[in-house]
């Protein structure tokens, strides 16, 4: 009786010893969960004191709001925080923080799973919201993934489903599938017309009309573009009916209407100028020099230069590129040839700074986007690690506990170790199979990862495919302009050695420019795509010269010779020439071809 009695009160101290683990495991998660929702709450008062964010329906600063919140006895709700994580974020992103409120974006919304909140609106808006930033990205698969997953959740009737198909039709508008994109378009119509929803109906309507104006449909363009206008109010929306007023205008210039493009086009830069609306009016100006052409060339010339005064006030280099560009087409089209040369060495210095900034910033946001997602998987294996050591746990201490049980109760021996032992077959057919769930999620991640790796891959190389087409097609219209300054040089009065010089200048200038830095841009883009091209080449054939070096990168991009002598400035006979030496030199067979030999680098 005394052995019974202490294995009796041994079995009770285990027993609390379980529901002591389990309670603390549950306090870990708990702390977990708290400590995520600690750390969203302070970035987005960080997010508030550092930028001036505004009450989107109000238009008043939310700095005493949030206070106010902040301060509830209790505490501030989930639904209450994930609000001020939508509206912050939606701010911050019109800012330029596409990174920092993609982690806050992802961040909340494991805290809505976490919480058990999946069924809360705010987290489908999140979902389109941090889609919306991919799509700026260009990362569109990331985006279509967010977005069906919000169709799958939404209602038939819900305003987000409405959104949701208007920006599944932006990414296919981008991605050039017309159709795919007007199906979806419509969608997001019928759905704005059952909720009379005649804000996001016009945004609907204008981005069709845009896709028809795209494929030069100016017939439906001007169609949707006057239904939008029939769904707007003036008075109450300015903004919107002075967008589509000027969308109007570029259409009616397009239709050969000048004078009524003319008269909308004014209407729409007094507006602009009472909003002192800058970047806007420099568009205007233009679009406005435009349909004058060449029926008032003063008046074109006027509009011009009101918008690169603008622009160069501005210190934007879109806009000033955009009146560098029609600047330059002027002078060219009324043979100001020496202007026209000035303005062209301007521009191709802006549009080469804009490019290698706007692919490095790109370049940034990729792969901030692809440590976010590293970060996101890493935080889901190491939640099913804990859970299964969770579960390998309880089953060592259920064990335990029925062994102790049996020697205290005899009587109950066979019934409870039958009873015990379907337990443990249970416990152990749910951690096979969420072991075997964790083997195929980690393998769905290793495939993920090298579709990413993939996708980058085939970016850079649309990059490396963009850049060279961009510096044949530099090189051949600096070459156009070379010759017509040769002609010009002909024409002109042969005493006249001043001009004569100058022009001469011009002409090695406009060279120098062309090969000035134009391999070795090509090189960093080339690199990016074949890392160890030069190093497997030079250990193959160490006698290669520089020059051999740079004409083998070419032929392994398959450029053609003509292409390759409009990138280098030389003669297709000499590039010819320099293919069939480098053959001599590396003792290849005349038969082989060298586009499919470089390949193998």
Same mark, same amino acid.
């Given at each position: 009786?005394?052995?019974?009695?202490?294995?009796?009160?041994?079995?009770?101290?285990?027993?609390?010893?379980?529901?002591?683990?389990? %309670?603390?495991?549950?306090?870990?998660?708990d702390?977990?969960?708290?400590?995520?929702?600690?750390?969203?709450?302070?970035?987005?008062?960080?997010?508030?004191?550092?930028?001036?964010?505004?009450?989107?329906?109000?238009?008043?600063?939310?700095?005493?709001?949030?206070?106010?919140?902040?301060?509830?006895?209790?505490?501030?709700?989930?639904?209450?925080?994930?609000?001020?994580?939508?509206? $912050?974020?939606?701010?911050? $992103?019109?800012?330029?923080?596409?990174v920092?409120?993609?982690?806050?974006?992802?961040?909340?919304?494991?805290?809505?799973?976490?919480?058990?909140?999946?069924?809360?609106?705010?987290?489908?808006?999140?979902?389109?919201?941090?889609?919306?930033?991919?799509?700026?990205?260009?990362?569109?698969?990331?985006?279509?993934?967010?977005?069906?997953e919000?169709?799958?959740?939404?209602?038939?009737?819900?305003?987000?489903?409405?959104? $949701?198909?208007?920006?599944?039709?932006?990414?296919?508008?981008?991605?050039?599938?017309?159709?795919?994109?007007k199906?979806?378009?419509?969608?997001?119509v019928a759905?704005?017309?059952?909720?009379?929803?005649?804000?996001?109906?016009?945004?609907?309507?204008n981005?069709?009309?845009a896709?028809?104006?795209?494929?030069?449909?100016?017939?439906?363009?001007?169609?949707?573009?006057?239904?939008?206008?029939?769904?707007?109010?003036?008075?109450?929306?300015?903004?919107?009916?002075?967008?589509?007023?000027?969308?109007?205008?570029?259409?009616?210039?397009?239709?050969?209407?000048?004078e009524?493009a003319?008269?909308?086009?004014?209407?729409?830069?007094?507006?602009?100028?009472?909003?002192?609306?800058?970047y806007?009016l420099?568009?205007?100006?233009?679009?406005?020099?435009?349909?004058?052409?060449?029926?008032?060339?003063?008046?074109?010339?006027?509009?011009?230069?009101?918008?690169?005064?603008?622009?160069?006030?501005?210190?934007n280099?879109?806009?000033?590129?955009?009146?560098?560009?029609?600047l330059?087409d002027?002078?060219?089209?009324?043979?100001?040839?020496?202007?026209?040369?000035?303005?062209?060495?301007?521009? $191709?210095?802006?549009?080469?700074?804009l490019?290698?900034?706007?692919?490095?910033?790109?370049?940034?946001?990729?792969?901030?986007?692809?440590?976010?997602?590293?970060?996101?998987?890493?935080?889901?294996?190491?939640?099913?690690?804990?859970?299964?050591?969770?579960?390998?746990? /309880?089953?060592?201490?259920?064990?335990?506990?029925?062994?102790l049980?049996?020697?205290?109760?005899?009587?109950f021996?066979?019934?409870?170790?039958?009873?015990?032992?379907?337990?443990?077959?249970?416990?152990?057919?749910?951690?096979?199979? /969420?072991?075997?769930?964790?083997?195929?999620?980690?393998?769905?991640?290793?495939?993920?990862?090298?579709?990413?790796l993939?996708?980058?891959?085939?970016?850079?190389?649309?990059?490396?495919?963009?850049?060279?087409?961009?510096?044949?097609?530099?090189?051949?219209?600096?070459?156009?302009?070379?010759?017509e300054?040769?002609?010009?040089?002909?024409?002109?009065?042969?005493?006249?050695t001043?001009?004569?010089?100058?022009?001469?200048?011009?002409?090695?200038?406009?060279?120098?420019?062309?090969?000035? %830095?134009?391999?070795?841009?090509?090189?960093?883009?080339?690199?990016?795509?074949?890392?160890?091209?030069?190093?497997n080449?030079?250990?193959?054939?160490?006698?290669l010269t520089?020059?051999?070096?740079?004409?083998?990168?070419?032929?392994?991009?398959?450029?053609?010779?003509?292409?390759?002598?409009?990138?280098?400035?030389?003669?297709?006979?000499?590039?010819?020439?320099?293919?069939?030496?480098?053959?001599?030199?590396?003792?290849?067979?005349?038969?082989?071809?060298?586009?499919?030999f470089?390949?193998?680098?």
């Open positions: 009786m005394a052995k019974v009695g202490f294995h009796v009160w041994y079995g009770f101290v285990v027993a609390f010893s379980l529901l002591c683990n389990w %309670g603390g495991y549950a306090h870990a998660a702390n977990q969960l708290e400590a995520l929702r600690k750390d969203l709450q302070e970035r987005v008062g960080r997010l508030i004191e550092q930028d001036s964010v505004f009450d989107f329906r109000t238009g008043r600063k939310v700095d005493s709001l949030w206070k106010a919140d902040v301060a509830r006895p209790g505490g501030m709700p989930d639904t209450v925080l994930l609000e001020w994580i939508y509206r $912050v974020g939606y701010s911050s $992103v019109e800012k330029g923080r596409h920092q409120i993609t982690r806050l974006f992802s961040d909340a919304l494991e805290y809505i799973s976490q919480a058990g909140l999946e069924d809360r609106e705010v987290g489908q808006g999140l979902k389109i919201g941090l889609g919306a930033i991919y799509e700026e990205m260009g990362l569109w698969t990331r985006a279509m993934n967010l977005y069906f919000v169709l799958d959740f939404s209602g038939s009737e819900s305003r987000q489903r409405g959104n $949701v198909f208007n920006n599944i039709a932006n990414v296919y508008f981008k991605q050039g599938y017309y159709d795919r994109a199906a979806y378009y419509d969608s997001a759905v704005y017309r059952r909720l009379d929803d005649k804000k996001n109906l016009v945004n609907a309507y981005n069709m009309s896709l028809y104006y795209t494929q030069d449909d100016l017939e439906r363009t001007s169609y949707f573009l006057s239904q939008a206008m029939a769904q707007i109010d003036p008075a109450e929306d300015p903004d919107s009916y002075y967008v589509l007023l000027q969308n109007l205008a570029v259409v009616y210039n397009r239709q050969g209407k000048k009524i003319r008269n909308f086009m004014h209407e729409v830069i007094r507006y602009q100028e009472s909003k002192s609306r800058n806007d420099i568009h205007s100006w233009l679009s406005l020099a435009r349909s004058f052409g060449e029926e008032k060339p003063d008046s074109t010339l006027y509009y011009i230069e009101l918008a690169k005064e603008k622009a160069d006030l501005l210190q280099p879109a806009a000033q590129i955009l009146s560098l560009q029609a330059y002027w002078n060219k089209a009324h043979e100001h040839y020496r202007t026209a040369c000035t303005i062209l060495e301007k521009l $191709v210095d802006m549009q080469d700074s490019a290698q900034l706007d692919n490095r910033m790109r370049i940034e946001s990729i792969e901030a986007a692809n440590a976010i997602e590293q970060d996101n998987q890493n935080k889901d294996i190491a939640l099913q690690k804990m859970q299964i050591e969770k579960l390998q746990t /309880q089953k060592r201490e259920l064990g335990l506990v029925v062994v049980v049996v020697f205290v109760v005899v009587i021996v066979l019934f409870y170790h039958y009873r015990s032992q379907k337990k443990l077959r249970k416990k152990n057919e749910e951690i096979s199979r /969420q072991q075997k769930d964790l083997h195929e999620r980690e393998k769905r991640m290793m495939d993920l990862r090298e579709k990413e993939e996708d980058t891959l085939e970016l850079k190389n649309r990059e490396l495919t963009a850049k060279v087409l961009h510096l044949v097609k530099n090189n051949e219209y600096i070459s156009d302009i070379t010759r300054l040769q002609k010009l040089l002909l024409e002109l009065n042969p005493k006249d001043a001009k004569k010089a100058h022009i001469r200048e011009i002409i090695v200038k406009l060279r120098n420019q062309g090969n000035e %830095g134009t391999y070795e841009e090509f090189k960093y883009y080339f690199e990016q795509v074949h890392q160890s091209f030069y190093k080449l030079s250990e193959a054939y160490p006698e520089y020059k051999d070096m740079r004409l083998c990168s070419f032929l392994k991009l398959g450029l053609s010779s003509k292409e390759i002598a409009s990138i280098t400035f030389t003669e297709v006979r000499s590039v010819e020439s320099a293919r069939n030496r480098l053959r001599k030199k590396m003792n290849l067979d005349p038969d082989i071809n060298l586009i499919e470089f390949a193998k680098f």
